[in-house]
C-alpha cells in the first residue's frame, strides 16, 4: 500500500487554495479547506457539485460519473467522487 500523495486545490472564482490528498475526494478537501462548495448526494449522479476542472487531473471513484460525454471532453468535473492524481484547479458550477 503507498502513502497518499499531497496536492494543492485551487477553488475558483474565489482563488481559494487548499490541501488535496490523493485518497480523499476533491469535495472533501475542498470542504475541510473551508470552501463553501455546493453538494448534495456525493455519489456521483446529482450533480450538485459540478465544477469545470481548469488544470490537473482527476480519477473517479466510480466508471462513469453523472457526467455526458460532452461535458467531460470540455474539462467538467463532479469534485463528489473525483480524487486528485496533480494539482488541480476547478471552477465552481457551469
Known sequence: MTNPT????VAEP?????DAMSD???????E???V???SSCRGGSCR???GKLRSGQVQYSIEW????????AEGYCLPCV?????????????
Open 65 to 72: 460519473p453523472g457526467l455526458t460525454a460532452e461535458e467531460k
Open 82 to 94: 473525483a480524487y486528485p492524481r496533480s494539482n488541480v484547479v476547478v471552477e465552481q458550477g457551469w
Open 6 to 9: 499531497l496536492y494543492t486545490a
Open 32 to 34: 475541510w479547506g473551508g
Open 24 to 30: 480523499e475526494t476533491l469535495l472533501a478537501s475542498l
Open 14 to 18: 474565489d482563488g481559494i487554495q487548499v
Open 48 to 50: 450538485t457539485c459540478i
Open 36 to 38: 463553501n462548495w455546493p
